[in-house]
């Protein structure tokens, strides 16, 4: 079958993550609600530290500056993996059969259609286009996204962490095994210890079985910006908000009593667990040094929107980030999900400001974002008795050096707000 064809092929990979490179994703794509209560619970585990939180924030009154209030809507699965595709992939015919296939999926991620109802729906598509689609959409966070079963959509999330050989082969080749329980056939086709099996098995247990699940709920959820930046004449200062920042408490007087101790076993557990609060301290600090510099790079590229001199966006792509801080672009996604800044005129999520460039030909990069504005202000100047037609907005763009046709003019007024031009008369 094709998927047992792609499962051997992609089984010679040999990285294995740890659990402390495990923990470090995690950590870095949390917000930072989620993160408290990922460190509570760590805590409860691990007598050597106590957490210490503080997510209460002064009130910001952001009413009227057209910014995010301190209450967000959750995005749903499509608003999401939409966002990831319009800031990663440039516009081609790939592209618009990835964000087809984003359309198809049901609410937990999976991909209902099989490859001929895709081709029957689709034309002017190749085996190889839709194989390449699919393997684009099965690289969107969150992992398991576009699997068609069960089995594939564990297997997606384990070879994006890099899952060790018999992990791969227990989700592939031996997978009846594992979801009949058969402990020993398994562990004598894999050649792997008891000890080993187990591990193998609560890392497979840990992972979902439906990816999309946490964004088909719609409640709010409160936000708590971890950067702020501010205006210092014609410079702008970026800083780590402290009640953003959990702090790990270590209980040194609990670890020099036990570290004292001459059970073995006891030295045993006690050097785990310091490894483990090590492990999370080094954790919790790369996060910071992450988002820092991320956050850096963005207010330098959209300084123009920090200093309050325009409501438009500079174009900026994540890979523009992660090529200029030599990260891959996955990092910079992950970062840049659920992370607000907070400024002193309202509370912005960090990818909002990642705008798409306009297509244009003429003059330099112009963001979806900027030509919208253009748009809006001619729209606000236009003489409401004789209102302009959508071609002639089209070639005012043009005299400025953008080559917008007609038809994306007309969907960007659309998209602002503003009525035909029969219905913007007086």
Same mark, same amino acid.
């Given at each position: 079958m094709e998927l047992k064809q792609n499962l051997n092929q992609k089984q010679v990979q040999g990285l294995s993550l740890t659990q402390g490179m495990r923990q470090s994703i995690l950590i870095l794509q949390s917000d930072a609600i989620d993160l408290a209560d990922y460190l509570n619970e760590q805590s409860l585990e691990n007598p050597l530290f106590d957490v210490r939180v503080n997510l209460d924030m002064p009130f910001i009154d952001n009413e009227g500056s057209g910014s995010y209030q301190i209450k967000d809507e959750q995005q749903s699965l499509f608003e999401y993996l939409l966002d990831q595709v319009q800031l990663t992939m440039r516009k081609t015919p790939l592209r618009d059969l990835v964000v087809y296939l984003i359309e198809q999926l049901d609410p937990n991620g999976y991909l209902t259609l099989s490859d001929d109802e895709i081709f029957d729906e689709v034309d002017d598509i190749t085996p190889i286009m839709l194989l390449d689609a699919k393997t684009l959409l099965h690289q969107l966070d969150p992992p398991g996204i576009g699997a068609r079963d069960l089995q594939e959509c564990l297997y997606l999330q384990a070879e994006a962490d890099n899952a060790n050989k018999a992990i791969m082969s227990m989700l592939s080749d031996n997978f009846e095994l594992f979801t009949k329980h058969e402990w020993k056939k398994l562990k004598r086709a894999l050649k792997i210890s008891?000890?080993?099996?187990?591990?193998?098995?609560?890392?497979? +247990?840990?992972?979902?079985?439906?990816?999309? &699940?946490?964004?088909?709920? /719609?409640?709010?959820?409160?936000?708590?910006?971890?950067?702020?930046?501010? %205006?210092?004449?014609?410079?702008?200062?970026?800083?780590?908000? %402290?009640?953003? &920042?959990? /702090?790990?408490?270590?209980?040194?007087?609990?670890? *020099?009593?036990?570290?004292?101790?001459?059970?073995?076993?006891?030295?045993?557990?006690? $050097?785990?667990?310091?490894?483990?609060? +090590?492990? =999370?301290?080094?954790? =919790? /600090?790369?996060?910071?040094?992450?988002?820092?510099?991320?956050?850096?790079?963005?207010?330098?590229?959209?300084?123009?929107?920090? #200093? +309050?001199?325009?409501? @438009?966006?500079?174009? =900026? =792509?994540?890979?523009?980030?992660?090529?200029?801080?030599? #990260? @891959?672009?996955?990092?910079?996604?992950?970062?840049?999900?659920?992370?607000?800044?907070?400024? *002193?005129?309202?509370?912005? !999520?960090?990818?909002?400001?990642?705008? $798409?460039?306009?297509?244009?030909?003429?003059?330099?990069?112009?963001?979806? *974002?900027?030509? %919208?504005?253009?748009?809006?202000?001619?729209?606000?100047? !236009?003489?409401?008795? %004789?209102?302009?037609? *959508? /071609?002639?907005?089209?070639?005012?763009?043009?005299?400025?050096?953008? &080559?917008?046709?007609?038809?994306?003019?007309?969907?960007?007024?659309?998209?602002?707000?503003?009525?035909?031009?029969?219905?913007? $008369?007086?």
């Open positions: 008891n000890a080993e099996l187990q591990e193998d098995i609560n890392f497979i +247990q840990s992972l979902s079985a439906n990816p999309g &699940q946490r964004y088909t709920s /719609q409640n709010e959820q409160y936000v708590v910006p971890e950067l702020a930046v501010k %205006k210092n004449g014609d410079k702008l200062t970026l800083s780590i908000t %402290k009640y953003g &920042q959990p /702090q790990l408490i270590f209980a040194e007087e609990t670890y *020099d009593n036990l570290v004292k101790s001459t059970d073995e076993d006891v030295k045993k557990y006690i $050097r785990d667990k310091y490894n483990q609060y +090590q492990t =999370l301290e080094y954790n =919790l /600090q790369r996060r910071i040094d992450t988002v820092s510099i991320i956050g850096k790079c963005i207010v330098k590229a959209q300084y123009k929107f920090f #200093m +309050q001199e325009t409501d @438009s966006l500079a174009p =900026l =792509l994540i890979r523009d980030v992660a090529q200029k801080l030599q #990260m @891959s672009e996955s990092t910079v996604s992950r970062t840049i999900n659920g992370k607000y800044i907070q400024t *002193d005129f309202g509370i912005f !999520e960090l990818k909002q400001f990642f705008s $798409r460039r306009s297509k244009v030909t003429v003059g330099e990069a112009q963001s979806v *974002d900027q030509v %919208k504005n253009k748009i809006k202000g001619i729209l606000n100047d !236009e003489d409401k008795k %004789k209102p302009l037609s *959508d /071609q002639k907005i089209s070639d005012m763009l043009k005299e400025d050096g953008l &080559q917008i046709a007609r038809r994306t003019v007309a969907k960007y007024r659309e998209q602002l707000g503003y009525p035909s031009t029969s219905r913007r $008369r007086i």
